[in-house]
């Protein structure tokens, strides 16, 4: 059985296997991209870019004024292609690659749908945690050296790593389920509510009872005695929690002119994007405890999470709630490269935004750029969108050595 602590062990690894694999998720039989690092305009270790990467595979380009262009909105369907020998031999191996202990292997192994599905839960989680801390000194860097250096240290950027992970795997199958994905689950029929109205429980939800099955079954529940091991399932099921308060009940009317004499209601899942809002909030909220230890159990590390020492703005009290993230060291400042981040020299910062943040006082680099981008864009007639070419001078900030 396995803790929080061990599941970003095996989650960390699939960024090598992403680069691998292809550039393709059709390889595991589906449609929608998921690219490695070298084609999806994500930063290679070391580099740091303007440019960033949704979690649903839409390019977004800060400008000036630190806005975005968002092209997909997360709801869009997957396009499912079928499974043959070839796409089951695929998942085999990519089972057998991950850093799995013999049971989770085994629940890997034993449905083709689930190796594709872990993998669009790393790619999901990691890519919304860049999108979240992209203004920030920890830009959710997770390359070699740094991500190994980082988990072993319990501060608040890794309460925010499980808890996004946790949510990401229970989110993406849950989503599985519904999209037809997976062969031991399928749509949420919702048994456990009434139909007290004029309407019927169908459509095809997001199957969350079966996704909180797997979850639990997969991690692994083991009542540690060492602290850091409590914090870190803890921060897990923060993860869990919030995917399970963003569910949705859905309805579309039926009957003559509207009259929606009848509704058909389904549940659903929140966009993943407002999971990643909520935990990056809880991590803005998130609580230092400590142990309450005695002496015999003082130096190994033993004992029950003990609430924070000072008071903590917005808490009224000092007991950590079961849907708050804690973390039990103070975090590194990120300022220069260490073995926790490369820092934040050369980062892109917005004058008026973060420079002073980021570049943690050492000042700010200004470079003045010609750019061209699609304005004054207009819908035709029909089916397609005519844009003009405009051009503007752009400063651009980066921060100083």
Sequence with gaps: ????????????????????????????????????RAHTGLPAEGQNTGQRLHPFGSFEEASSHGTYVRTLTGNEPLTILPLTSETEEAAVQICDRLKLERKQRKMCRRDPGVAETLIEAISMSAQECEYQFHFERWNCTLEGKYRASLLKKGCKETAFLYAISSAGLTHAMAKACSAGRMERCTCDEAPDLENKEAWQWGGCGDNLKYSNKFVKEFLGKKNSKDLRARVDLHNTNVGIKVIKAGVK???????????CTVRTCWRQLSPFHEIGKQLKLKY??????????????????????????????????????????????????????????????????????????????????TQSKVVTRPCQCQVRWCCYVECKQCTQREEIYTCKD
């Design 1 to 36: 059985m396995l803790d929080g602590h061990h599941f970003l062990g095996w989650l960390s690894l699939v960024f090598i296997v992403l680069n691998s694999i292809g550039s393709t998720a059709a390889y595991f039989g589906i449609r929608a991209p998921m690219p490695p």
């Design 249 to 259: 009940t859905t309805c579309k009317c039926h009957g003559v002119s509207g009259s």
């Design 284 to 365: 803005e909220t998130s609580l230092k405890v400590g142990s309450t230890t005695n002496e015999a159990n003082e130096a190994t590390g033993d004992g029950e999470i003990a609430p924070p020492k000072k008071p903590i703005a917005g808490h009224s009290d000092q007991i950590p709630r079961t849907t708050d993230l804690i973390y039990m060291e103070d975090s590194p400042n990120f300022c220069k490269m260490s073995k926790f981040s490369p820092g934040t020299f050369g980062r892109r910062c917005y004058k008026e935004k973060n420079c002073e943040s980021l570049c943690c006082g050492r000042g700010h680099n």
